[in-house]
Each structure stands twice: as C-alpha cells, then as structure tokens.
C-alpha cells in the first residue's frame, strides 16, 4: 500500500503561481510512477503530468506545456506540481496518483490516490 497526501492548494489570482505537493508514505517512493490529474466542477478526471520512478521522463498534457513543472524527490519521497501563469480554466481539484510501470495519463491505470486539493484561480 502507498498513501499519498496532497497540499499547497488555494486560491490565486489569473497569472499566479502555485505549488503543490504529495508526501508519500508505504512501499519504496522510487518503485512507482507518479502522476497528477485534476477534475473541474462537472468534468471528468483528466491528465496534468505524470513523472517516471527516478525522474527521467516527464510528461504533460497539452494545455499545461511551459507553464507546469513536475519533479520528485525520492530521499524526501515526495513529488511537486509547480504551476505557473496559471487561467481561471485551471480551476480544479489536483489529485497526485502512483502507478508502477510508465508514467503514463491514463487514470485508470493508477492503482493509488489521494485525497485532492483544491485549486482556484480567479480574480
């Protein structure tokens, strides 16, 4: 079992910043992929960025490209969504998730999660 625990959640303002986190806690960090997925009031979960066990491979959706960053440190075992120049579309809750294998956006896939926190962007 892996836990994971999600902070740094807010309110921002169009074209802030924030950083999230997770810290978790179980089985070796270094064993797992980790990704971050968000779903917005009425939308379904959907794909942010996701990071291989040692940090090698980084992946990101789309719309997120040159604004979010994610990166791992497994000493610390924990990962770190920061995001920058953030929209209002961005409004939602980030989940951070654990998968062994590929670090990959299919959520379906991930087999732990935690519990959200919330993001607002708005003036």
């Known amino acids: 079992q892996v836990q994971l625990v999600e902070n740094g959640g807010g309110l921002v303002q169009p074209g802030g910043s924030l950083t999230l986190s997770c810290a978790a806690s179980g089985r070796a960090f270094s064993n797992y992929a980790m990704g971050w997925f968000r779903q917005a009031p009425g939308k379904g979960r959907e794909f942010v960025s996701a990071i291989s066990s040692f940090g090698g491979t980084r992946n990101y959706a789309e719309f997120v490209k040159g604004r979010f960053t994610i990166s791992r440190d497994n000493a610390k075992n924990m990962v770190v969504l920061q995001m920058n120049s953030l929209k209002p579309e961005d409004t939602a809750v980030y989940y951070c998730?654990?998968?062994?294998?590929?670090?990959?956006?299919?959520?379906?896939?991930?087999?732990?999660w935690g519990q959200g926190t919330q993001v607002t962007v708005s003036s």
């Open positions: 998730a654990a998968r062994g294998g590929r670090p990959i956006g299919d959520s379906t896939t991930y087999d732990y």
